[in-house]
C-alpha cells in the first residue's frame, strides 16, 4: 500500500445502490448527445506508431468544444433531468473539465450552475472557461476531495440538486460514447489505453467492450502521484492515498464505487507513471502528432509509450482525453520531453 493511504473509504451515496450503465443506455445517450456534439475523429499517427512500433491511432477528445470528454456526460446527464430538479440548480465540485461539462450543459437546458473548486492551484484556463459559460464558482479546501465535500454540505443545506463527478450512471453512459466510436471506427482494435481519475472514461470503455468487442484490452493509466484509483482496484476495496500530480484533470485522492464496480473484472492492466513521464508525453504529442493536451489527456499515452515493448505489432488506440493546459505547464511539458532525448 502506498504510504499514507487508508483503506475502506466510503464513495458519496455508498449507502444507495447504484445500478451501472447498460449498453442499451450508451446507444440512447448517442442520440441524446448527437444534436449537440459532433462525433471526434479516431486518426492514425504515423509518428506515434514509429515510437511504439505498432499500429497507434489517436482518439481526440480534445476536438470537442470545451478541449475535453467530459462534455458527452453532462449533456446526458440533463437531458434525461427533471424540470423540478433542473429548477433547484445544480451543484458539483470539478478540477476544471468536468465543471465545464456541467456549466455547458446547464447554459444549454436553462439550469443555474455552482461549480466547486480547490482553492490551491486551480487551473486558470480552466476557470475563466466556466466562468465564461456562466458558473458560479466555489472555491474552498486545496484538492478536488475538499471542495467535493463542501458541495454535498451546501447542496444539503440549500436544497441544490448535487452532481457526484463520478457516481452518475448518466455521466458514464455519455463518456461511453466514445468508445463505441472508436470500436465502430476501427473494429479490429486491439487495445485501448485511456486515463483514469475517477475512472467515468475507463467505466465506460469497460461497458461497451464488454459487450460488443470482448477480445478488446482496456487499460487505464493514472500518475503514481494520485493513485487512488489505481490502489482500489488493485485492492478490491475504495482507498484513499495522497494526491500530488500537476495533471489537475485525473487529481483525486480517493477510489469510487461506481467506476470500480464496473472495470474491476473487465480492465485488463492498469498502468501507473510518473508525473515526468506525463509531461514527456505531453512533449511527445506535440513533436509526434502534432496534437496539444493537457497533463490528463496526455497520461493515455505515457502509460503506452511505458508498456511499448508488449504492443509491438499490435493496433492501439489511444485516447487525448482533452487539452486544457496553461502555457507554463506545456512549456515545462516541452522542456522535459527535450531532456528525453539528450
Same mark, same amino acid.
Given at each position: 500500500?502506498?504510504?499514507?493511504?487508508?483503506?475502506?473509504?466510503?464513495?458519496?451515496?455508498?449507502? %444507495?445502490?447504484?445500478?451501472?450503465?447498460?449498453?442499451?443506455?450508451?446507444?440512447?445517450?448517442?442520440?441524446?448527445?448527437?444534436?449537440?456534439?459532433?462525433?471526434?475523429?479516431?486518426?492514425?499517427?504515423?509518428?506515434?506508431?514509429? #515510437?511504439?512500433?505498432?499500429?497507434?491511432?489517436?482518439?481526440?477528445?480534445?476536438? +470537442?468544444?470545451?478541449?475535453?470528454?467530459?462534455?458527452?456526460?453532462?449533456? %446526458?446527464?440533463?437531458?434525461?433531468?427533471?424540470?423540478?430538479?433542473?429548477?433547484? @440548480?445544480?451543484?458539483?465540485?470539478?478540477?476544471?473539465?468536468?465543471?465545464?461539462?456541467?456549466?455547458?450543459?446547464?447554459?444549454?437546458?436553462?439550469?443555474?450552475?455552482?461549480?466547486?473548486?480547490?482553492?490551491? %492551484?486551480?487551473?486558470?484556463?480552466?476557470?475563466?472557461?466556466?466562468?465564461?459559460?456562466? =458558473?458560479?464558482?466555489?472555491? +474552498?479546501?486545496?484538492?478536488?476531495?475538499?471542495? /467535493?465535500?463542501?458541495?454535498?454540505?451546501?447542496?444539503?443545506?440549500?436544497? &441544490? /440538486? &448535487?452532481?457526484?463527478?463520478?457516481?452518475?450512471?448518466?455521466?458514464?453512459?455519455?463518456?461511453?460514447?466514445?468508445? #463505441?466510436?472508436?470500436?465502430?471506427? #476501427?473494429?479490429?482494435?486491439?487495445?485501448?489505453?485511456?486515463?483514469?481519475?475517477?475512472?467515468?472514461?475507463?467505466?465506460?470503455?469497460?461497458?461497451?467492450?464488454?459487450?460488443?468487442?470482448?477480445?478488446?484490452?482496456?487499460?487505464?493509466?493514472?500518475? !503514481?502521484?494520485?493513485?487512488?484509483?489505481?490502489?482500489?482496484?488493485?485492492?478490491? !476495496?475504495?482507498?484513499?492515498?495522497?494526491?500530488?500530480?500537476?495533471?489537475?484533470?485525473?487529481?483525486?485522492?480517493? @477510489?469510487?464505487? #461506481?467506476?470500480?464496480?464496473?472495470?474491476?473484472?473487465?480492465?485488463?492492466?492498469?498502468?501507473?507513471?510518473?508525473?515526468?513521464?506525463?509531461?514527456?508525453?505531453?512533449?511527445?504529442?506535440?513533436?509526434?502528432? +502534432?496534437?496539444?493536451?493537457?497533463?490528463?489527456? =496526455?497520461?493515455?499515452?505515457?502509460?503506452?509509450?511505458?508498456? /511499448?515493448?508488449?504492443?509491438?505489432?499490435?493496433?492501439?488506440?489511444?485516447?487525448?482525453?482533452?487539452?486544457?493546459?496553461?502555457?507554463?505547464?506545456?512549456?515545462?511539458?516541452?522542456?522535459? &520531453?527535450?531532456?528525453?532525448?539528450?
Amino acid at each position: 500500500m502506498a504510504a499514507g493511504a487508508v483503506r475502506g473509504v466510503a464513495a458519496a451515496g455508498a449507502g %444507495n445502490v447504484m445500478q451501472p450503465p447498460t449498453m442499451r443506455d450508451v446507444y440512447e445517450a448517442r442520440k441524446t448527445i448527437g444534436p449537440y456534439l459532433a462525433r471526434t475523429p479516431l486518426q492514425y499517427s504515423a509518428g506515434l506508431s514509429r #515510437l511504439l512500433d505498432a499500429e497507434v491511432y489517436l482518439k481526440h477528445e480534445e476536438h +470537442h468544444p470545451l478541449g475535453a470528454f467530459k462534455g458527452r456526460g453532462g449533456i %446526458n446527464l440533463l437531458a434525461h433531468m427533471s424540470e423540478e430538479e433542473r429548477s433547484r @440548480g445544480l451543484i458539483t465540485a470539478s478540477t476544471g473539465n468536468h465543471g465545464q461539462s456541467i456549466a455547458s450543459a446547464c447554459r444549454i437546458f436553462r439550469a443555474r450552475a455552482l461549480i466547486g473548486l480547490p482553492e490551491k %492551484n486551480a487551473n486558470p484556463v480552466k476557470v475563466a472557461a466556466m466562468q465564461a459559460l456562466g =458558473a458560479e464558482l466555489v472555491f +474552498h479546501g486545496e484538492n478536488f476531495d475538499e471542495a /467535493r465535500a463542501h458541495c454535498e454540505r451546501l447542496a444539503a443545506e440549500e436544497g &441544490y /440538486r &448535487y452532481v457526484h463527478a463520478v457516481n452518475e450512471p448518466l455521466l458514464i453512459a455519455g463518456v461511453a460514447t466514445q468508445t #463505441l466510436e472508436i470500436i465502430e471506427d #476501427l473494429p479490429d482494435v486491439e487495445v485501448l489505453y485511456l486515463p483514469l481519475g475517477g475512472g467515468t472514461e475507463v467505466a465506460g470503455a469497460c461497458i461497451v467492450t464488454g459487450v460488443i468487442a470482448p477480445d478488446v484490452r482496456v487499460r487505464a493509466v493514472q500518475s !503514481e502521484a494520485a493513485s487512488a484509483g489505481y490502489l482500489s482496484w488493485k485492492q478490491g !476495496e475504495l482507498v484513499q492515498a495522497p494526491m500530488n500530480t500537476f495533471a489537475e484533470g485525473i487529481g483525486t485522492m480517493s @477510489g469510487y464505487e #461506481l467506476p470500480q464496480q464496473i472495470i474491476r473484472d473487465v480492465l485488463d492492466d492498469f498502468v501507473l507513471v510518473s508525473d515526468d513521464e506525463i509531461r514527456q508525453a505531453m512533449g511527445m504529442l506535440v513533436q509526434e502528432a +502534432h496534437t496539444l493536451s493537457e497533463g490528463a489527456g =496526455a497520461v493515455a499515452t505515457a502509460g503506452a509509450y511505458k508498456q /511499448r515493448e508488449s504492443l509491438a505489432g499490435k493496433k492501439v488506440s489511444i485516447t487525448v482525453s482533452g487539452a486544457n493546459t496553461t502555457a507554463t505547464q506545456l512549456m515545462t511539458a516541452l522542456e522535459t &520531453y527535450a531532456r528525453m532525448w539528450e
